[in-house]
């Protein structure tokens, strides 16, 4: 390779010229475009992802479940710090990323290699300290997506850098069609666990086929060293935060398991996974537009600051007017959705909403953090958050058991991660700025509440209130913030999400 040096990853500027009214007007038009799209995807997979568990469940065994549930979390441990992230890298790229492309692809190939192996030789012991030994060989078996993953990864990166989310949808929905049958099909004939097994890896293969042939452009194998140190100074506060977040995330359950009892963590699990409903919809949805839109703004610091504070205000509106119908109705939703037998996750549920809420604003602020040449701020980030988690979980669930855990998540969210989160927004963006951004859409969540609780106290059916209060909770909040959530439509500047 040639020993020309390429601009500083961490002095990245937009991705392309963009100045006066008609390249604003462009770069607007892409991300609505690219959003559209990310909604539909999102939406699409995470019914369709509801509506397969829901078969399957009556397919299949709970331990069944747990075996590839064991399988699934070492995988996703795994792909946390896949290629350690050098392939956003691509993303953020101010110049032709064919400069850099080949240089990533070898490196993610190589450290995906490396993991692979790591994982199928481990695939014993990390199945006993899981205590599920016969997941050893699922667990040898969907390591093969991390090598996928490492292929697949630079040709991912130019989808998002290009905003072409029906490229991305396209693909995700290939995958999750073809893997979903074969599931289905197999868990008929009696396959268990591994009818799952399969369907995942069927998901993936297609997936990355279908993304591999959609790329705007494919890249051959390559290296410049300089460009390699520079991706992996880059990539490693990325790999760092995305291995604490993991470990966050499922730090959880572990000690909900281990403190409390299977019981308990069932009914935890529930109550986080339709805590999650809101992260996934919005922040999988903001989160495939918002890393590209910052970057090409980042170039501009009055740009790059307004884009933000206009996209924390959307946001967070989004975020409440899902989290708040279903912390305040989780009982109802629980019984109607799951059963009598689950509703005592219910004040867990409305606990781990609150933790949700906060989880989309700080994911939101991580892409804001990468755009402006800040991610060692992200892994300090995750950090404290883990450290004031781990033993606040602890106590809370010797103290109060699930309702405990969900306590311990909220309150930290609140009295920790927020609060830092505008410390480190504060350098670049003034607090009367962020608090401007934020103060509609939390004042007029009052009144939807307090309708919602009236509601609840005339209303004991859970069916009905399920829909009367969620029909007054969701459109009241939408109402109130109609302008908000229209504004994305009308914006002649490049919102970001």
């Given at each position: 390779?040639?020993?020309?040096v390429?601009?500083?990853l961490?002095?990245s500027?937009g991705?392309?010229p963009?100045d006066g009214?008609?390249?604003?007007?462009k770069l607007?038009g892409?991300?609505?475009r690219g959003?559209?799209?990310s909604v539909v995807?999102?939406v699409t997979s995470?019914?369709?992802?509801?509506?397969?568990?829901m078969?399957l469940a009556r397919?299949l065994?709970?331990q069944?479940?747990g075996?590839?549930?064991?399988a699934?979390?070492?995988?996703?441990?795994?792909?946390s710090?896949?290629?350690?992230?050098?392939?956003?890298?691509i993303v953020r790229w101010p110049e032709d990323p064919?400069?850099i492309?080949p240089?990533v692809?070898?490196?993610?190939?190589?450290?995906?290699?490396?993991?692979?192996l790591g994982c199928?030789?481990s695939a014993?012991y990390?199945?006993a300290?899981?205590n599920a030994?016969?997941?050893?060989?699922?667990?040898r078996?969907v390591?093969?997506?991390?090598l996928?993953?490492?292929?697949t990864?630079?040709s991912?990166a130019?989808?998002?850098?290009?905003?072409?989310?029906?490229r991305?949808f396209a693909a995700?929905?290939?995958g999750f069609?073809m893997?979903?049958?074969l599931s289905?099909?197999?868990?008929?004939?009696g396959?268990?666990?591994?009818s799952?097994?399969?369907?995942?890896?069927m998901a993936?293969?297609?997936?990355a086929?279908?993304?591999?042939?959609l790329a705007?452009?494919?890249?051959g194998?390559?290296w410049?060293r300089?460009?390699t140190?520079?991706l992996v100074?880059?990539?490693?506060?990325?790999a760092?935060?995305?291995l604490l977040?993991?470990?966050?995330?499922n730090v959880?359950?572990i000690?909900?398991g281990h403190?409390?009892?299977?019981?308990a963590?069932?009914?935890y699990?529930i109550?986080?996974?339709l805590?999650s409903?809101p992260v996934?919809?919005i922040?999988a949805t903001?989160?495939?537009?918002?890393?590209a839109?910052?970057?090409?703004?980042a170039a501009?610091?009055?740009?790059?600051?307004?884009?933000?504070?206009?996209?924390?205000?959307?946001?967070l509106?989004?975020?409440?007017?899902?989290c708040l119908?279903?912390?305040?109705?989780?009982?109802s939703v629980?019984r109607v959705?799951y059963?009598a037998q689950?509703?005592?996750?219910a004040q867990?549920?409305?606990?781990?909403?609150?933790f949700s809420?906060?989880?989309?604003?700080a994911?939101?602020a991580?892409?804001?953090?990468i755009a402006?040449?800040?991610?060692?701020?992200?892994l300090?980030l995750?950090g404290?958050?883990?450290?004031a988690?781990a033993?606040s979980l602890?106590?809370g669930?010797?103290?109060?058991g699930i309702?405990?855990?969900?306590?311990a998540?909220?309150l930290?969210?609140v009295?920790?991660?927020?609060?830092?989160?505008?410390?480190?927004?504060g350098?670049?963006?003034?607090w009367p700025?962020?608090?401007?951004a934020?103060?509609?859409?939390?004042l007029?969540?009052?009144?939807?509440?307090?309708?919602?609780?009236?509601i609840?106290?005339?209303?004991?059916q859970?069916?009905?209130?399920?829909?009367?209060?969620?029909?007054v909770?969701?459109?009241g909040y939408?109402?109130?913030?109609?302008?908000?959530?229209?504004?994305?439509?009308?914006s002649?500047?490049a919102?970001?999400?």
């Open positions: 390779m040639s020993g020309v390429e601009p500083s961490e002095a500027a991705l392309e963009a009214a008609e390249a604003s007007e607007a892409s991300v609505r959003l559209g799209w995807n999102t995470r019914l369709g992802s509801l509506i397969a568990a078969v397919l065994t709970p069944d479940y075996a590839y549930a064991v699934t979390v070492v995988l996703a441990a795994v792909l710090f896949n290629e350690l992230g050098v392939s956003l890298a064919a400069k492309g240089t692809n070898t490196v993610s190939a190589l450290l995906s290699c490396l993991l692979f199928t030789l014993p990390l199945a300290l899981l030994p016969a997941a050893t060989p699922m667990i078996v390591s093969v997506c991390v996928i993953d490492g292929v990864a630079s991912a130019m989808i998002a850098r290009g905003l072409h989310q029906d991305r995700d929905l290939a069609l893997g979903t049958v289905v099909v197999l868990a008929i004939l396959f268990g666990a591994w799952m097994i399969w369907g995942l890896m993936n293969v297609i997936s086929i279908t993304t591999l042939t705007p452009r494919r890249f194998f390559g410049d300089d460009i140190r520079r100074r880059f990539g490693l506060p990325l760092g935060s995305s977040l993991f470990v966050m995330l959880d359950y000690l909900v403190l409390a009892g299977a019981e963590l069932g009914l699990l109550a986080f996974n805590a409903w996934n919809i922040s903001v989160r495939r537009v918002s890393l839109a910052f970057s090409r703004a501009d610091h009055v740009r790059l600051r307004s884009a933000f504070l206009r996209g924390l205000t959307l946001v509106t989004a975020a409440l007017l899902i119908p279903l912390g305040l109705l989780a009982h629980l959705l059963g689950w509703t005592g996750a867990a549920l409305g606990l781990l909403c609150v809420a906060g989880r989309i604003l994911e939101y991580y892409d804001y953090f402006s040449d800040r991610n060692h701020f992200n300090i995750q404290v958050w883990l450290a988690l033993p602890a106590l669930i010797r103290w109060a309702n405990g855990a969900a306590a998540q909220a930290v969210v009295v920790v991660v927020i609060p830092l989160l505008f410390a480190g927004l350098g670049a963006i003034p700025d962020l608090l401007r934020a103060r509609r859409p939390l007029t969540a009052f009144p939807p509440v307090v309708a919602c609780l009236l609840g106290l005339v209303i004991d859970p069916l009905l209130l399920l829909l009367l209060g969620g029909a909770t969701t459109l939408a109402i109130a913030n109609k302008d908000t959530l229209l504004d994305i439509r009308r002649r500047e919102p970001v999400v």
